[in-house]
T-cell receptor
Framework: GDSVTQMEGPVTLSEEAFLTINCTYTATGYPSLFWYVQYPGEGLQLLLKATKADDKGSNKGFEATYRKETTSFHLEKGSVQVSDSAVYFCALRMEETSGSRLTFGEGTQLTVNP | EPEVTQTPSHQVTQMGQEVILRCVPISNHLYFYWYRQILGQKVEFLVSFYNNEISEKSEIFDDQFSVERPDGSNFTLKIRSTKLEDSAMYFC?????????????FGPGTRLTVL
């Protein structure tokens, strides 16, 4: 079945450091790809998405490019802030499924220290 | 800004008891979902619901689980006889449509603890 694998966490960085969180996927068709973020005590929020190969999703300084050849959707940010501390989830969705469920990775806890 | 709400935020129950987790989706949304996350594990899909019926369910969603939209605003998940392994964070989500252009909005979750 479809699956998503994220790099193992947690990740701890200093403010203004470069962030990469790796995400790879396995799917039988052509999924749409998403990054969700969960701040403490809150629900999952959509951070960015890409719906086809070579698309780049971006939001709040975060970017991820849909790489079909490597089945990857790595999340990057050039300069992290303390406020970016959260759990980040990579996910895919196949529109062919009747309910369009999201399939999530394990989540990566990011802590940014001042 | 409209949001998905869930109650209670934390539910503690004894093994074998029935629990009902409640969600109020965003008002003009048509598709509703339940996901769960066992501590330290992935967020897993349980069930999707559209037009007053289940549109898809995972293998986790066995006969112990049921969903209902009893009135036009609430969307509930019932677990008939809870097991220790049902302890998890349960997330409700809703969306207007199923294309990738329609974001799934998530609630803050209900933490279920089965003793």
């Amino acid at each position: 079945g479809d699956s998503v694998t994220q790099m193992e966490g947690p990740v701890t960085l200093s403010e203004e450091a470069f962030l990469t969180i790796n995400c790879t996927y396995t799917a039988t068709g052509y999924p749409s790809l998403f990054w969700y973020v969960q701040y403490p005590g809150e629900g999952l929020q959509l951070l960015l998405k890409a719906t086809k190969a070579d698309d780049k999703g971006s939001n709040k300084g975060f970017e991820a490019t849909y790489r079909k050849e490597t089945t990857s959707f790595h999340l990057e940010k050039g300069s992290v802030q303390v406020s970016d501390s959260a759990v980040y989830f990579c996910a895919l969705r196949m529109e062919e499924t009747s309910g369009s469920r999201l399939t999530f990775g394990e989540g990566t806890q990011l802590t940014v220290n001042p | 800004e409209p949001e998905v709400t869930q109650t209670p935020s934390h539910q503690v129950t004894q093994m074998g008891q029935e629990v009902i987790l409640r969600c109020v989706p965003i008002s003009n949304h048509l598709y509703f979902y339940w996901y769960r996350q066992i501590l330290g594990q992935k967020v897993e899909f349980l069930v999707s619901f559209y037009n007053n019926e289940i549109s898809e369910k995972s293998e986790i969603f066995d006969d112990q689980f049921s969903v209902e939209r009893p009135d036009g605003s609430n969307f509930t998940l019932k677990i008939r006889s809870t097991k220790l392994e049902d302890s998890a964070m349960y997330f409700c989500a809703s969306t207007r449509g199923t294309s990738s252009y329609n974001e799934q909005f998530f609630g803050p979750g209900t933490r279920l603890t089965v003793l």
